[in-house]
């Protein structure tokens, strides 16, 4: 049982039934005050580091306090007006961060609103089929597309909380566009647990999975691709106020919502719902459903905020430029789908994900409001939208019990 008062407490644990040697610590603040580094600080019992002593009285102390109070109840205020909306801006904006409201993109507090109508943990999701499946139903080449489709979303859903988290967010001026960036960041780390979650249960071979972004030239393809794409938005010297600066942050935070997670992320999990089609991996493709909702706003939210940026900044995109982005995501995606499936599964093939990745790719386009890369490719998957869509029902056998009360209304493609 976790003690929640002291979470990290050793106290709760099981006593062994050899008792610790003395050496050992029993208490962070023990534990603490063995370590090199933090040797010679003090701790308290939560292991919260405790300021450093010097010799002072009572008398001194409570004067100390009483001036530090002072100071603040006198404290200079700006006596400025609240903030108004139309000083925000979303980026380079120098209104107040910290005031939420009056918002000037009340969409950004929608977005949050409905990211937590798509709430669970991967905990909730039965997954005992889905290890008599992999050790019994699935073929080789089923066992290979599943195996390596993990590989590829582990790495990817790590760089996509790196990047969120650590380039984007700081770089927006409107708190109501942090707030959901935020819940992002949470929720890329919450498809790392769940990618974890499926891995172990199933039984694969963990260091080995998480390293084949490394070792299999089609993964790393794309994930080297990625990282020349965002390195530039991670650079320190990153100044939004110099145009050449701004414009490869747009190019760049367009790569990450459009095609990054709006092409790469949605048609990546793809090929485990042709599986759960026929009726295998069921646990793993519901996880993936519920991953691939969040997906979904994550890439609208994102082409939002970049079309803001560029109407805001009047930014004009050279069409060459954007072209050039298609054509090598499409050469890394057509790489990694000759690889994953270069035996086909039934109902599915390198050909229907390539073609499936044009379709999609058409779609952010209209919603940058550029043209399409491809212009006639056709929906070879038209089940993929009602699978983000999807209104969950009660099924007793297979999965909890899950009812979404006001997901269901929402758009999710
Ligand atoms: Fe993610
Ligand atoms: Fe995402």
Redesign the pocket.
């Known amino acids: 049982m976790l003690n929640w008062d002291d979470p990290f407490s050793t106290a709760t644990t099981k006593p062994t039934s050899k008792p610790a040697p003395a050496t050992e610590p029993q208490t962070l603040a023990e534990s603490y005050a063995q370590s090199s580094v933090l040797r010679g600080m003090s701790f308290d019992d939560t292991g919260v580091a405790l300021p450093e002593a010097t010799e002072v009285t009572e008398t001194s102390k409570t004067d100390a306090v009483a001036d530090e109070s002072a100071a603040y109840q006198t404290a200079e205020v700006d006596s400025l007006a609240p903030v108004k909306a139309s000083d925000k801006r979303v980026i380079n904006g120098e209104a107040d961060i910290n005031q939420l409201a009056p918002f000037k993109y009340p969409w950004a507090w929608e977005y949050f609103l409905n990211a937590n109508k798509n709430h669970w943990t991967p905990l909730d999701i039965n997954m005992a089929q889905d290890v008599q499946d992999y050790q019994h139903n699935l073929s080789d080449t089923e066992k290979h597309v599943y195996e390596n489709v993990l590989g590829y979303l582990t790495t990817s859903d790590i760089l996509?909380m790196r990047n969120i988290g650590l380039a984007v967010m700081e770089k927006m001026t409107a708190p109501e566009l942090q707030i959901y960036q935020a819940r992002?960041v949470y929720e890329?780390a919450l498809h790392t647990w769940t990618y974890q979650h499926c891995i172990e249960t199933i039984g694969l071979d963990q260091g080995e999975i998480y390293n084949r972004y490394r070792v299999v030239p089609a993964i790393h393809g794309k994930i080297k691709l990625t990282n020349r794409r965002l390195d530039s938005v991670l650079r320190s010297d990153m100044d939004l106020r110099k145009p050449d600066n701004l414009h490869e942050f747009v190019m760049a935070y367009i790569f990450f919502a459009a095609i990054f997670?709006g092409c790469w992320?949605y048609n990546g999990f793809t090929p485990i719902f042709s599986l759960q089609r026929r009726g295998l991996m069921k646990g793993t493709a519901e996880q993936l459903q519920y991953i691939m909702r969040?997906?979904v706003l994550?890439a609208s939210f994102g082409i939002r905020v970049v079309k803001q940026i560029m109407l805001e900044n009047n930014i004009r995109l050279d069409p060459k430029a954007i072209r050039a982005m298609w054509d090598e995501t499409e050469a890394a995606e057509k790489a990694y789908a000759h690889y994953i499936l270069k035996d086909p599964i039934l109902g599915y093939t390198a050909e229907d994900h390539i073609e499936q990745f044009r379709f999609i790719a058409n779609r952010r386009a209209r919603q940058l409001g550029f043209e399409e890369p491809y212009p006639g490719a056709q929906n070879r998957t038209p089940w993929l939208d009602e699978q983000a869509n999807l209104r969950k029902e009660k099924n007793f056998f297979e999965t909890r019990v899950t009812e979404y009360q006001t997901g269901g209304a929402l758009d999710w493609g």
């Open positions: 996509a992002q890329e997670e992320f969040d997906e994550h």
